[in-house]
C-alpha cells in the first residue's frame, strides 16, 4: 500500500517510528514532514500531505499533532479527505467500516507508541463495508 504520513513537531518522534514500521511491513511510505521535533505549524506538511491523497497518488494518509485535532481540521479541508481522530483501535476500525476514513489523525500527546501503531494497522487492514454507509459518505461533501 501507498502510504502518506504528515505531523508536526509534538507527532515528530512516533511519525519517525511509524515510517520505519509501515516499511518493514512492505508499504511504500512518503513522508512529509516535518523531519525534527523543533516547533513548527501542522498546516505546512498535512496540506501538501493531504493534497497527494486527495490526488490519488496515495492509498491512504498518516497524520499526527499533539491532540490529533488541528491536523485532522486540516486535512478535512479537502474535498477529497475523509480524516478521522483515532485514539483507539475501535475508532480507527469504525472510522475505515462505516466512513470510509482515508486519513488516520493520531493524538501523539494521548496515546501511546503502541497504541499508535495499533491502531494505524487497524486502520490500514479494514475494508470499507459500502452499503448504507456509501450513501451516507457521499452527502458528505459541500456541493
Not at 29 to 55: I, L, Q, R
Not at 105 to 128: G, H, K, M, W
Request: proline residues 3%; hydrophobic residues 35%; glycine residues 8%.
Amino acid at each position: 500500500m501507498k502510504i502518506a504520513i504528515a505531523c508536526d513537531h509534538a507527532g515528530y518522534e512516533f511519525k519517525e517510528k511509524l515510517v520505519e514500521y509501515l516499511r518493514t511491513k512492505g508499504h511504500e511510505v512518503k513522508d512529509f514532514g516535518t523531519h525534527s521535533a523543533e516547533s513548527m505549524d501542522y498546516p505546512d506538511t498535512a496540506h501538501p500531505m493531504a493534497e497527494a491523497v486527495e490526488a490519488g497518488e496515495f492509498d491512504k494518509g498518516i497524520a499526527l499533532c499533539g491532540s490529533g485535532n488541528g491536523i485532522n481540521m486540516t486535512v478535512n479541508k479537502h474535498r477529497g479527505i475523509r480524516g478521522a481522530l483515532c485514539w483507539t483501535v475501535e475508532i480507527a476500525w469504525l472510522a475505515r467500516l462505516h466512513n470510509d476514513a482515508n486519513v488516520c489523525c493520531l493524538p501523539a500527546r494521548f496515546v501511546s507508541y503502541e497504541d499508535a501503531q495499533d491502531i494505524v494497522e487497524r486502520f490500514l487492514s479494514t475494508e470499507f463495508e459500502g452499503g448504507r454507509h456509501q450513501r451516507r459518505i457521499e452527502k458528505i461533501p459541500v456541493k
